[in-house]
C-alpha cells in the first residue's frame, strides 16, 4: 500500500517541470508529465495512496484525486518504475471494473492527469536506418 | 608468408588478412574526431589525400597504433563486368563490397563517420539535418529516408547557412557543430547539391528550433507544439549513442530541448515549412 520508487539503474533529468528517466537495465526511457513526476517522487514507501492523495488535492487545490493517484502508480508499475507496487490497488481496480473505468476516463481528460510516455531506445543501428525502435506509447492519461 | 592471396570467387590477388589487419601493401591514417580514436588502413594502390579527403570534419591525424577502431579498405579483385571490386572490413568483420573507388569511398565515409558518432564520449550525435536560417539554428531530427535531406535542400534554396543533413552534433553546451558531407562526395552519394564553401556554418550553433517533420505525400503542415519532456524523448528516439554514453547524450540533450522551441507534425512538399517559417515569429 505504501509504493516505493525504483532507483537503481536509472538515470533521471528533470525538464522545466517534467521528467525524463532512462531505464539502463532495459535501454527504455520514459517522459513523466509534471503530475506523473509528483506521484513518483511520493512513492517514498512511508506514505499510502490515500495520504498521497490528500496531499495532492492540498498541493494543488483538487478534490477526489485517489484515481489520479491511482492510475498514476498503475503506470508507474507497468513502467517498471517502482520497486513495489501496492497490490490491492489493482485489485480494487479490477473488482471495480466498468466503474473505475469511468472514473479513469475522467482522470485521463483532466489537466491533472498523470501521463507516462516510454520509448525503447534504438541502438546506434536502428537509429540510423529508422528500422524498429520499440516506439511504445504507454501513456493512459 | 606472402602477404597476398587469391580470392576464390575472381581469381585475382587479394591482401591477406590477419585478425582484422593487413599483413603488407597497405598504408594507414590514424587519427582521432569527438574523442574516438580510429585507424584506417588501405591498399597502397589508394591515394592517402583520397582516404582524407573522407574523413569526418575536425578530424585529426595522429603517428601511432593505440586506436579504439580499426578499418580496412583493399582492392578485392574484379568483377565479371571489368569493374574493380572493393572490400571494407571493421575489424575483421566484412562491412561492405563495393564495387568502385567512388562507391567505396562513399561507405567509408558512412561507416567513419557513424562510429565517431556511436563512440564519442564527449558529444551527442543526433540523426537530423541542421542548418542556420536568419541566425537561427533549426534542427530537423529523424531517420533515414524521413525526408530530412529534402527539407534542409529547401532551406539552403532560400539562403539557408549548412551545418550537415546527417548528423546534429551537440556539445555540451548544446551548441550544434558543422558535420558536413565533404563536397566530393555529394554527387556520388546521391545528396546532388554542391554547396559552396562559404554556405557552410563555421561557428557552433545554438538551437531555437525543433522540427519533427515526418514526410507524407498527401501531408499537410500543420504541427503541434511538444513540451520539453516529449521534445526530449523524441531527441533520444534519434540518439546514435545514448544506449553507450547515457548520462552525457541525456545531458546534452536536455540543454538543446531547453533552448529550443519544439513541433511535430506530417509535411507535404518541404517548401510548406519554408512559408511557415517566414510567418513564424522566433
Keep these: 500500500m505504501k509504493p516505493i520508487a525504483r532507483k537503481d539503474e536509472l538515470i533521471v533529468e528533470e525538464v522545466l517541470g517534467e521528467w525524463v528517466v532512462y531505464d539502463k537495465n532495459q535501454k527504455r526511457a520514459h517522459n513523466l508529465n509534471s ?3 509528483w506521484i513518483w517522487h511520493h512513492c517514498d514507501g512511508r506514505t499510502d495512496v490515500d495520504e498521497m492523495a490528500m496531499q495532492f488535492d492540498q498541493e494543488f487545490g483538487s478534490s477526489g484525486s485517489l484515481d489520479l493517484i491511482r492510475s498514476g502508480i498503475d503506470q508507474l508499475e507497468a513502467a517498471d518504475l517502482l520497486v513495489s507496487a501496492p497490490r490491492d490497488v489493482a485489485h480494487a481496480m479490477a473488482a471495480s471494473g466498468p466503474e473505475m473505468s469511468r472514473r479513469s476516463i475522467v482522470t485521463a481528460g483532466s489537466a491533472l492527469a498523470p501521463i507516462l510516455v516510454s520509448i525503447l531506445v534504438p541502438t546506434a543501428a536502428a537509429a540510423k536506418s529508422g528500422g524498429d525502435d520499440g516506439k511504445d ?3 493512459k492519461g | 608468408m606472402s602477404p597476398y592471396l587469391t580470392d576464390p570467387k575472381t581469381e585475382s590477388i587479394v ?7 593487413l599483413t603488407s601493401g597497405t598504408n594507414t591514417v590514424s587519427f582521432s574526431c569527438c574523442g574516438v580514436r580510429i585507424a584506417v588502413e588501405f591498399d597502397s594502390r589508394i591515394s592517402t589525400s583520397n582516404i582524407r579527403s573522407v574523413l569526418p ?3 585529426r591525424e595522429f603517428q601511432g597504433e593505440e586506436t579504439d577502431h580499426h578499418f580496412s579498405l583493399v582492392g578485392a579483385g574484379g568483377t565479371p563486368h571489368g569493374e574493380q571490386m572493393y ?3 571493421k575489424g575483421s568483420t566484412i562491412a561492405a563490397s563495393p564495387v568502385s573507388l567512388g562507391q567505396a569511398m562513399v561507405v567509408l565515409h558512412k561507416t567513419v563517420r557513424h562510429c565517431v ?22 534542427i530537423c531530427p529523424g531517420p533515414s529516408f524521413a525526408g530530412k535531406s529534402t527539407l534542409i535542400r529547401s532551406m539552403l534554396n532560400s539562403g539557408a547557412t549548412y551545418y550537415s543533413d546527417e548528423y546534429a552534433v551537440f556539445d555540451g553546451n548544446g551548441h550544434a557543430h558543422p558535420f558536413p558531407v565533404p563536397i566530393c562526395l555529394r554527387e556520388t552519394d546521391g545528396r546532388g547539391q554542391t554547396i559552396d564553401a562559404d554556405r557552410i556554418g563555421a561557428q557552433p550553433l545554438s538551437p531555437s528550433l525543433i522540427l519533427f517533420a515526418q514526410y507524407r505525400k498527401d501531408g499537410s503542415w ?9 521534445t526530449l524523448l523524441r531527441l533520444l528516439e534519434n540518439s546514435v549513442s545514448m544506449r553507450r554514453n547515457p548520462h552525457t547524450v541525456l545531458k546534452v540533450l536536455k540543454e538543446v530541448t531547453v533552448a529550443a522551441k519544439a513541433y511535430a507534425g506530417e509535411r507535404g512538399e518541404a517548401d510548406a515549412i519554408k512559408d511557415w517559417l517566414e510567418g513564424l515569429a522566433f
Design chain 2, 15 to 21: 591482401p591477406v588478412v590477419q585478425g582484422g589487419k
Design chain 2, 222 to 230: 500543420q504541427p503541434g507544439t511538444l513540451t520539453p519532456g516529449q
Design chain 2, 57 to 59: 570534419p575536425e578530424f
Design chain 2, 117 to 138: 558518432a556511436e563512440y564519442t564520449r564527449d558529444r551527442a550525435f543526433v540523426h537530423a539535418g541542421v542548418v542556420a536560417w536568419k541566425g537561427r539554428g533549426i
Design chain 1, 35 to 37: 503530475t506523473m513526476a
Design chain 2, 87 to 89: 572490400r571494407i572490413r
Design chain 1, 137 to 139: 506509447n504507454k501513456g
